[in-house]
């Protein structure tokens, strides 16, 4: 699933912030940017991220595959993760949980998620994930556990 890379302690521009930590691993993430995925909006505990319609996404037709709107759950709950977090001294995440349910055809659109913590433990943050067409069509809802350190 999504893990930020090892941050270099040696460097003087170590994160001291989870959003610090996701403000540098975003722009610099192959995956993220094979499927085009944007930040909108990052606050502590909360995430929108956009994914722009293109047809490297489509599964049939004009339908944007299942396989791309959980890539968008799963990276846009990484960051909610991130976002209300110190940075760990370790700079490790991952996703040990994710539960997607399709409500809905996103069919030539471009959709947005929006990831809000539900509850923050320890190590494990869980997530509910609403996906959502630029038109308001609802499209998947995703359950996440992330585990950051």
Known sequence: ?????????S???IPTSGAEVIRQFLPTSPYV??????????????????????????????VVHGGAIASLIDTCAM?????????????????VGITVTYLA????EDIQATATVLRRGRD???LDVEVRTASGTAVAKGLVTYKLG
Do not use: C
């Open 1 to 9: 699933m999504n893990t930020p890379p090892q941050q270099d302690t």
């Open 11 to 13: 460097a003087t521009n």
């Open 33 to 62: 940017g094979h499927l085009g995925m944007r930040l909108v909006e990052m606050k502590p505990d909360m995430a929108t991220l956009a994914l722009p319609f293109s047809d490297a996404l489509v599964t049939i037709g004009t």
């Open 79 to 95: 960051v909610a993760a991130w976002s209300g977090a110190e940075a760990p001294p370790n700079m490790r995440g991952t996703t």
């Open 105 to 108: 055809p996103a069919n030539h």
């Open 124 to 126: 494990l943050v869980y």
